[in-house]
């Protein structure tokens, strides 16, 4: 197994906690495609297919061993690390990136807005809605919406079933180029393909190219 962050300067391992946080850079550096591999990684190395792994089954660990990560193919000549199962901040770093694959806040220059669905093409590839239902925000308010994604039709829909007061919203499209874009049926410029939708929209709908 192949494509974790290796660290060879001391624990002569891959981290998955590492790998995690490098997902999640590209997350909001806006490259889903290189989030998704990275977490398709991390999955792949706690839940291993052989049972030659066994001993490392369903647990997110601090160190992946190079020698359990590659199937014992590769064996370093010097030593090397397997780390503590389970490990805490890995699982947090697990739960904090699926939650900003969900949405995020941002409150910079005192423009409080929340980017929704960032990394959509991991969580649909087409006909299923994604839900999130009375998160916790940095706002002190809930949020919660329902995403759908029709590729046949090439469009993105957007329900807003929760949201704080004042708050913006920013929905990267990310399969495709923005055609149009609206807000509660009001038609909303296209700049890019990071629709900007103000406070108080309860329905977006995108079509892409």
Same mark, same amino acid.
């Given at each position: 197994?192949?494509?974790?962050?290796?660290?060879?300067?001391?624990?002569?391992?891959? =981290?998955?906690?590492?790998?995690?946080?490098?997902?999640?850079?590209?997350?909001?550096?806006?490259?889903?495609?290189?989030?998704?591999?990275?977490?398709?990684?991390? $999955?792949? *190395?706690?839940?291993?297919?052989?049972? !030659? @792994?066994?001993?490392?089954?369903?647990?997110?660990?601090?160190?992946?061993?190079?020698?359990?990560?590659?199937?014992?193919?590769?064996?370093?000549?010097?030593?090397?690390?397997?780390?503590?199962?389970?490990?805490?901040?890995?699982?947090?770093?697990? $739960? %904090?990136?699926?939650?900003?694959?969900?949405?995020?806040?941002?409150?910079?220059?005192?423009?409080?807005?929340?980017? !929704?669905?960032? =990394?959509?093409?991991?969580?649909?590839?087409? =006909?299923?809605?994604? *839900?999130?239902?009375?998160?916790?925000?940095?706002? =002190?308010?809930?949020?919660?919406? !329902?995403?759908?994604?029709?590729?046949?039709?090439?469009?993105?829909?957007?329900?807003?079933?929760? *949201?704080?007061?004042?708050? !913006?919203?920013?929905?990267?499209? @990310?399969?495709?180029?923005?055609?149009?874009?609206?807000?509660?049926? @009001?038609? $909303?410029?296209?700049?890019?393909?990071?629709?900007?939708?103000?406070?108080?929209?309860?329905? %977006?709908?995108?079509?892409?190219?």
């Amino acid at each position: 197994m192949t494509g974790g962050y290796r660290h060879e300067a001391a624990w002569n391992a891959y =981290g998955p906690y590492l790998t995690m946080q490098l997902a999640h850079a590209y997350l909001l550096a806006g490259d889903p495609a290189r989030m998704d591999a990275l977490l398709d990684w991390v $999955l792949g *190395a706690a839940f291993p297919e052989t049972a !030659r @792994r066994a001993a490392a089954l369903s647990a997110w660990n601090e160190q992946r061993a190079f020698p359990v990560a590659s199937d014992f193919a590769e064996v370093p000549s010097r030593h090397w690390y397997m780390g503590d199962i389970p490990h805490g901040s890995a699982a947090a770093e697990y $739960l %904090l990136l699926i939650r900003d694959i969900l949405f995020f806040e941002a409150d910079e220059d005192r423009d409080p807005h929340v980017h !929704r669905a960032g =990394g959509a093409p991991g969580l649909s590839t087409g =006909g299923e809605r994604v *839900a999130v239902d009375a998160a916790p925000t940095i706002f =002190g308010e809930p949020f919660g919406y !329902r995403f759908t994604h029709n590729p046949d039709q090439r469009t993105l829909t957007v329900d807003i079933t929760q *949201a704080p007061q004042r708050v !913006r919203f920013v929905h990267p499209c @990310r399969f495709g180029a923005v055609r149009s874009a609206s807000a509660d049926g @009001r038609e $909303l410029p296209v700049t890019g393909n990071d629709v900007q939708a103000p406070a108080g929209t309860w329905q %977006l709908t995108v079509s892409y190219d």
